[in-house]
C-alpha cells in the first residue's frame, strides 16, 4: 500500500529532494520563453509586443491554474492532480515546439502556464507535514528549488537557443517533464483531502479566508507587487541584451540567469531564520535590496558589471520577500494551506502579469528608461504597503514582524 503523510509528522529527506528537484523543473517551463523572444520573433516574423504575448500567456495561465486548480488540493487526492499536470505539460511543450504561428504558440503557453502549478501544490504539502521545528527549513529548501528553477532555466533556454534553434529546447522540456512524471509515479505518497465538499463550496469558502485575514490580504499584495517589479527585467532583458553596447544573442542572456542563482541560494539559508527575522524584517531587507538592484540597473546599464550586480541583488531581494510572505501566510490556517496558497500564489501571478504588460508598452515608448521605471514604482508600491501594515494595521494586536 502507498505510503500516506500525517500532518505535522514530518517528510522524508527522499521526498523532500524530489518535492524540490521536480519543482523547480516544472516551474521552469514558464520562463523557457524569455531569453527566446528575439529568436522567435525573427522565426515567426512577428512584432516585439506581440512576441511578449507569449510571457504574458503563460503567466495569466498560471494565474488561472493557481485560482481554479490549487484549491483542488485541500479537496483531492494530490497525488492524482499532479501527476495529471505534469501528464498534460509534456503535451502542450511539444504543442509549442511544433506550432507554426504565434497564435497556436499563444494557446500552447496558456496550458504550459495553467499546468506548472504543481510547486504551489507542494509548497503548502511541505508546510503541513513538515515536523513543526523543520517546517521554515523545509520551506526555504523547496523555495530555493523553485527560484533556482527559474533562474536555471533561463540559461539552459539561452544556450540551448544559441547553439540550436529555439524550438529545441521545447522538445527537451517535454522529455523533463515525462521523467519529471515517472518518478512522481514511483514515489510520491497519497495525501488525504482536509475538505469535504463540493467545488463550489471549496471556491466560495476562499472568499471567508480573505475576509478573516488581513495579514494574508497585505502579504499577497505586496508580495504581488514585488512579483511585478522582478518579473519586469526578466521580461524585456533579451531587448535590452540585444541592443547596443552589448548586441548579445539569447545565450549570453541566458547565461545572465546564473547571476541570480547566488541571490536564489539565500532562500535555503533565510529559511531557518525566518521565524527570527520576522515577516516585516524579511521584506523590508528584500525591498531595499530590490531598489538597490534597480538603481545599478539604471546608472551602470552600459557595462555587464552593472547588468550582473543589478541581477545578483534583485533576485536576492525577491527570494527575501517571497520566502518571508509565503511562509508566514501558509501558518495561519493549516488545514487550508491550499486556499491560503491559492489567494496568495493568484495575487503574486497577477501582479507579475500586470508588470509584463506594462514593460511591454513600456519598452516601445521609452526604452529601459520606462521598463527600470515600472520595476521602481512597483517595489516601491511593496515598500509602502509593508511600512503601513507594521506601524498601522495591526497595532490593536500583536505586531506582523513577531
Known amino acids: 500500500?502507498?505510503?500516506?503523510?500525517?500532518?505535522?509528522?514530518?517528510?522524508?529527506?527522499?521526498l523532500l529532494w524530489l518535492i524540490t528537484i521536480?519543482?523547480?523543473?516544472?516551474?521552469?517551463?514558464?520562463?523557457?520563453?524569455?531569453?527566446?523572444?528575439?529568436?522567435?520573433?525573427?522565426?515567426?516574423?512577428?512584432?516585439v509586443v506581440e512576441v511578449n504575448n507569449i510571457s504574458i500567456c503563460s503567466q495569466l495561465g498560471y494565474a488561472l491554474g493557481l485560482f481554479f486548480i490549487i484549491p483542488l488540493g485541500d479537496m483531492v487526492n494530490r497525488r492524482l492532480i499532479i501527476l495529471l499536470n505534469f501528464g498534460i505539460l509534456a503535451f502542450s511543450l511539444l504543442f509549442v515546439a511544433f506550432s507554426p504561428s504565434i497564435g497556436l504558440i499563444l494557446v500552447a503557453s496558456l496550458i504550459t502556464g495553467l499546468c506548472s502549478v504543481t510547486p504551489q501544490l507542494f509548497l503548502p504539502l511541505v508546510s503541513q507535514f513538515s515536523e513543526p521545528k523543520n517546517k521554515s527549513r523545509n520551506m526555504g529548501i523547496v523555495l530555493s528549488g523553485l527560484l533556482v528553477g527559474i533562474l536555471?532555466?533561463?540559461v539552459l533556454s539561452g544556450v540551448i537557443g544559441g547553439f540550436w534553434e529555439w524550438r529545441s529546447m521545447y522538445y527537451i522540456a517535454a522529455f523533463i517533464m515525462i521523467v519529471c512524471f515517472a518518478l512522481l509515479y514511483r514515489f510520491f505518497p497519497v495525501v488525504l483531502p482536509s475538505f469535504k465538499g463540493r467545488y463550489r463550496d471549496l471556491m466560495g469558502s476562499m472568499i471567508q479566508i480573505v475576509q478573516e485575514e488581513p495579514k494574508l490580504r497585505f502579504a499577497s499584495v505586496k508580495a504581488g507587487f514585488a512579483f511585478g517589479s522582478f518579473l519586469t527585467l526578466w521580461a524585456m532583458l533579451s531587448f535590452k541584451m540585444a541592443q547596443e553596447p552589448f548586441y548579445a544573442g539569447g545565450a549570453i542572456v541566458g547565461l545572465l540567469g546564473l547571476c541570480g542563482v547566488s541571490g536564489a541560494m539565500i532562500a535555503s539559508v533565510l529559511g531557518k531564520y525566518t521565524d527570527r527575522i520576522g515577516p516585516f524584517r524579511m521584506n523590508l531587507l528584500?525591498?531595499?535590496?530590490?531598489?538597490?538592484?534597480?538603481?545599478?540597473?539604471?546608472?551602470?546599464?552600459a557595462s555587464y558589471l552593472g547588468m550582473i550586480l543589478g541581477i545578483i541583488v534583485l533576485d536576492m531581494g525577491m527570494q527575501s520577500i517571497q520566502l518571508g510572505n509565503q511562509t508566514a501566510v501558509l501558518?495561519?490556517?493549516?488545514?487550508?494551506?491550499?486556499r491560503l496558497n491559492t489567494i496568495f500564489m493568484t495575487t503574486f501571478f497577477v501582479g507579475g502579469t500586470l508588470a509584463t504588460v506594462l514593460?511591454?508598452?513600456?519598452?516601445?515608448?521609452?526604452?529601459?528608461?520606462?521598463?527600470?521605471?515600472?520595476?521602481?514604482?512597483?517595489?516601491?508600491?511593496?515598500?509602502v504597503l509593508?511600512?503601513?501594515?507594521?506601524?498601522?494595521?495591526f497595532k490593536k494586536n500583536k505586531p506582523f514582524n513577531h
Open 286 to 301: 528584500g525591498e531595499i535590496l530590490m531598489i538597490s538592484g534597480w538603481s545599478c540597473l539604471y546608472f551602470f546599464q
Open 22 to 47: 521536480t519543482t523547480g523543473l516544472s516551474v521552469a517551463n514558464l520562463y523557457y520563453s524569455q531569453p527566446l523572444l528575439e529568436l522567435i520573433r525573427q522565426d515567426l516574423n512577428v512584432s
Open 359 to 383: 514593460a511591454g508598452f513600456c519598452w516601445r515608448a521609452w526604452g529601459w528608461t520606462g521598463v527600470v521605471s515600472v520595476g521602481f514604482v512597483f517595489i516601491l508600491i511593496s515598500f
Open 1 to 14: 500500500m502507498r505510503t500516506r503523510l500525517e500532518e505535522n509528522q514530518g517528510i522524508s529527506t527522499l
Open 386 to 393: 509593508n511600512s503601513y501594515q507594521n506601524r498601522s494595521v
Open 331 to 338: 501558518k495561519l490556517r493549516p488545514n487550508a494551506a491550499s
Open 152 to 154: 536555471l532555466s533561463r
